[in-house]
């Protein structure tokens, strides 16, 4: 459909699909989550005292904190800067190629920050391939000029950001996404799912969602989109693993034909701030999932990451890093009756597959 028909776009250029590797389809890289700020959680109505000591804090990361990041992320904006961790994600991403890893999808859209110069450095420092993401974030992220954007105009800025370049630069995106949606969906949020199916269509490119927090979000994204022309399979639904818990609605979900993307490998917390009506699930019910999954034919929809933004998940913080899945989740799959081959469609073919330009 374009000249990258049968390529993959990175922040360096187009890539022959097979030299991919393994691929972490959801990472952020360099972003700011201002816009997702929540003050810790008071059931009983007052500021636990633990809470205040840390929040109290211009640096919270000292061991003794730790444990409160991990439960609260989002509830001190110095860990929701993960802009100014350009050397412990560069030494990251070492790690990562040293541990077997090929390529991350950078998902930060318009609206967090965005920086693809600083991708590109870090692709040409690590010699890992990186795809950046094409678009726009969440409602609250969005500017009044987006919001006033008719659909054919967002439209020529995701077309634009994927041919030519994004923010100014010939860095040229390979992926549209994430998307972000609420839950209700938002007009403006709908604009931009239709913008991005008609670039989607155009552009015969990937398309990445970010679904609003409530079981029904995935599906109303793949109306809308179907509606709009998209091409649901060449789309991934992000966060699975926060969003469909019952088994009966995600069979029925699979069966719209994206890729089922559990990206959040590594997040283990009692209250999750989104929503606190959602039991955020362990690694290990996220691999029973996948197994459930291939059980029922889907092996070849999906797709692995841990959807890193927060700096309390580096491991300079003591956190798990971007190898986690291929140090500790890899080998938890081949012990839970994944075989070889099916650990290598989740990590190499399903992504080579979905980044390929049609």
């Known amino acids: 459909m374009t000249e990258l028909s049968g390529k993959v776009q990175t922040v360096l250029g187009p890539l ?43 640096d919270p990361f000292e061991m003794k904190h730790m444990f409160w990041l991990q439960q609260n992320p989002y509830g001190h904006r110095a ?47 690590t010699g890992v391939h990186v795809v950046g993401g094409a678009g726009f974030y969440v409602d609250c992220t969005h500017t009044e000029a987006t919001r ?33 949606t609420s839950w209700p969906i938002t007009d403006s949020e709908k604009k931009v799912l239709r913008a991005t199916a008609r670039a989607q269509a155009q552009l015969g490119c990937p398309v990445i969602i970010h679904p609003g927090r ?38 029925e979900f699979a069966k719209q034909g994206c890729y089922l993307e559990y990206d959040l490998f590594g997040t283990e917390m009692l209250n999750y701030p989104f929503n606190l009506a959602v039991d955020m699930p362990s690694d290990s019910q996220r691999v029973q999932t996948l197994a459930f999954l ?17 700096k309390h998940r580096l491991t300079k913080y003591g956190g798990h890093g971007y190898s986690h899945i291929l140090k500790n ?26 980044l390929t330009f049609k």
């Open 148 to 180: 006033g954007m008719t659909v054919e105009q967002l439209t020529d800025v995701i077309v634009g950001e994927v041919l030519h370049g994004a923010d100014g630069t010939d860095i040229r995106c390979g992926v549209i996404g994430e998307i972000g």
């Open 16 to 58: 022959d699909p097979d030299l991919l590797g393994r691929t972490m389809t959801h990472e952020h890289l360099t972003m700011t989550f201002d816009c997702c700020y929540r003050p810790p959680p008071t059931p009983g109505g007052d500021l636990d005292p633990e809470d205040s000591v840390v929040l109290d804090q211009a």
């Open 214 to 251: 409530d079981s029904a979000a995935p599906a109303e994204v793949v109306r809308i989109l179907q509606e709009a022309g998209g091409d649901i399979g060449k789309t991934v639904m992000s966060h699975l693993d926060r969003t469909i818990f019952d088994h009966g609605e995600l069979l």
């Open 329 to 354: 989740i890899v080998p938890k799959m081949l012990t839970r009756g994944f075989s070889q081959s099916q650990v290598d469609k989740v990590l190499i073919e399903n992504p080579k597959r979905w």
């Open 294 to 310: 291939v059980k029922e034919g889907y092996e070849d929809r999906i797709l692995v990451a841990q959807d890193i933004h927060t």
């Open 79 to 125: 860990n929701l800067d993960l802009g100014r961790e350009g050397d412990a994600v560069r030494e990251e991403l070492l790690a990562y190629r040293r541990a077997g890893g090929g390529a991350v999808v950078e998902n930060t859209t318009t609206g967090i920050d965005r920086d693809l110069e600083a991708l590109r450095r870090l692709s040409r420092d």
